[in-house]
């Protein structure tokens, strides 16, 4: 068998195999309140995932394994497994967040952007977008305190995210370049590659309509933005992201988090539209 027929036939066992690699969600328990790895605090309210009691002991990285099928995934760290990521509550990266070497953040706040993240804090952040379901955008995807799961394919990785409007998003790992004229979104045009173990995120073409975080860093459409997940070990994973935004901030500012692994539990549907109580309580002083 030659041709075309012979080429689909390859091409669905390929994928086939892909996605039974992919990991399969355990069963679902209680959440925890806004813990980081190792059940520390992080950040405060609400939380969803694994208890810390419930928790083994951090062991080494869990890896892929070598196979062509998975492609630029092939034996790299497992950013998944049976189970889910404990996202913690991120408010306010400044305060919650730390500097690549684990100092304070200072955030280089343009004249203009800091009147706005002022005005912000003093109406106590009635006009968060999150709070009317918009999604949350990029880095505050990995700060909303609902779990998340990913998943690594041949050419691709897809973030699955319970909460921040229920979305998924898309990292394109096949070499692409972004488009020289995106149109603005929510979540940006992402592209990724691997350095040694860490997987970096290139993201720009950002629409203006969401916040940083909670407390009301903002940006704009020139929303350039770098992030680092690294798996330090099994229940562990580290995301550093890069603002980059000339309207907003005099220079680039790093920040660092963590989201700590939930083994054996699986996201819920979530819809924030259904029933949304946060509105009512939006009323800035």
Same mark, same amino acid.
């Given at each position: ?36 790895? /190792? %059940? #520390? ?8 995932? !694994? *208890?810390?009691?419930?928790?083994? $002991? ?104 319970? /909460? %921040? #409007? ?8 096949? !070499? *692409?370049?972004?488009?020289?004229? $995106? ?103």
């Amino acid at each position: 068998m030659t041709g075309p027929v012979l080429s689909k036939m390859l091409s669905a066992t390929a994928v086939f195999t892909v996605l039974s690699l992919m990991p399969v969600p355990g069963a679902a328990q209680e959440a925890p309140q806004g813990q980081a790895p /190792g %059940g #520390a605090a992080q950040g405060q309210g609400r939380g969803r995932g !694994g *208890r810390g009691g419930n928790r083994p $002991p951090a062991g080494p990285t869990p890896r892929l394994p070598e196979n062509p099928l998975l492609g630029i995934n092939s034996g790299k760290p497992d950013f998944g497994g049976k189970g889910m990521w404990q996202v913690p509550y991120i408010i306010d990266m400044q305060k919650q967040g730390k500097t690549p070497e684990g100092g304070t953040i200072e955030v280089p706040f343009t004249a203009d952007a800091k009147k706005t993240f002022d005005y912000r804090t003093q109406t106590n952040s009635k006009d968060d977008p999150e709070g009317f379901c918009l999604p949350p955008g990029v880095p505050r995807m990995m700060y909303t305190p609902y779990p998340a799961q990913i998943y690594q394919m041949a050419d691709r990785i897809l973030f699955i995210f319970e /909460g %921040g #409007a229920h979305v998924w998003r898309l990292i394109w790992m096949d !070499g *692409r370049q972004h488009p020289k004229d $995106p149109n603005p979104t929510f979540l940006g045009d992402a592209i990724g590659h691997w350095e040694g173990d860490t997987l970096v995120v290139d993201t720009v073409g950002f629409n203006d309509r969401t916040w940083l975080d909670a407390a009301g860093h903002g940006h704009g459409e020139k929303l350039h933005v770098i992030e680092r997940f690294t798996r330090t070990d099994s229940n562990t994973l580290r995301l550093e992201a890069t603002i980059e935004d000339p309207d907003f901030y005099t220079k680039p500012w790093t920040v660092v988090t963590t989201a700590t692994w939930a083994p054996g539990q699986e996201l819920l549907e979530y819809i924030c539209q259904e029933n949304n109580r946060d509105v009512q309580h939006l009323v800035g002083k």
